[in-house]
């Protein structure tokens, strides 16, 4: 299994365009997590879905934030417009929502920098 | 609140030597807890689960224990390696599959 895909691996991007992360969970997990970290928050999640419906969104930090996932397979983060505190490395992680030890298999990341 | 702690926020050894990294947690129903180490760069990776029952559970050279009364845990790394220089974070879940995530040890290793 190539466990979880986030693309893309780095993004650089100026203040006040759009910004769109991918993330493709492993194979056969229902259960999709969007987590933000930084050095001085630690990791956050932002939002979290259950068979590509969003369950808890509380951590999504403004309106500016918006997250999809229109398939078992898919899902995207997207920032519009983007600000310079946006910058932090964007993770996606996946678990089976049966899994009674909960493990979420986390992707490699994104590191957005918002200038 | 549910709330995870770790301590120290960050460490320094010499490679070779041992440590213990500590986390205090609030969560409520506490149904396990994980440690998650994360190296730089990349996503963080799970060493070790341990449910309420468990008193100690190990991974090669870490061994976590927990004490379900007093809600804390420490993750004991022995004969450290340069590749334990990573973040270490504590991670505490519900009955109702919420995580909880501590804000990490920093450990690096030297030779």
């Known amino acids: 299994d190539a466990g979880v895909i986030q693309s893309p691996r780095h993004e650089v991007t100026e203040m006040g365009q759009e910004v769109t992360l991918r993330c493709k969970p492993i194979?056969?997990?229902?259960?999709l997590f969007w987590y933000r970290q930084t050095m001085m928050r630690g990791l956050e999640l932002l939002i979290y879905?259950?068979?590509?419906?969003?369950?808890?969104d509380s951590g999504m930090p403004e309106d500016r934030f918006s997250a999809k996932m229109p398939n078992a397979s898919f899902s995207t983060l997207k920032i519009q417009p983007s600000e310079p505190r946006d910058s932090a490395v964007y993770f996606c992680?996946?678990?089976?929502?049966?899994?009674?030890?909960?493990?979420?298999?986390f992707g490699p990341g994104t590191r957005l920098t918002v200038t | 609140k549910n709330q995870v702690e770790q301590s120290p926020q960050s460490l320094i050894i010499l490679e070779g030597k041992n440590c213990t990294l500590q986390?205090?947690?609030?969560?409520?129903?506490?149904?396990?807890l994980r440690w998650y180490k994360q190296d730089t760069g990349r996503g963080p990776v799970s060493l070790t689960i341990m449910t309420f029952s468990e008193n100690t559970k190990s991974n090669g050279r870490y061994t976590a224990t927990l004490d379900a009364d007093t809600k804390q845990s420490s993750l004991h790394i022995t004969a450290s390696q340069l590749s334990d220089s990573a973040s270490y974070i504590c991670v505490v879940i519900t009955n109702a599959g919420k995580s909880t995530f501590g804000d990490g040890t920093t450990l690096t290793v030297k030779p």
């Open positions: 879905f259950n068979n590509n419906v969003p369950i808890d």
């Open positions: 986390c205090n947690y609030t969560v409520s129903p506490f149904s396990n």
């Open positions: 992680a996946s678990r089976r929502a049966r899994d009674p030890g909960y493990e979420q298999y």
């Open positions: 194979s056969g997990h229902n259960s």
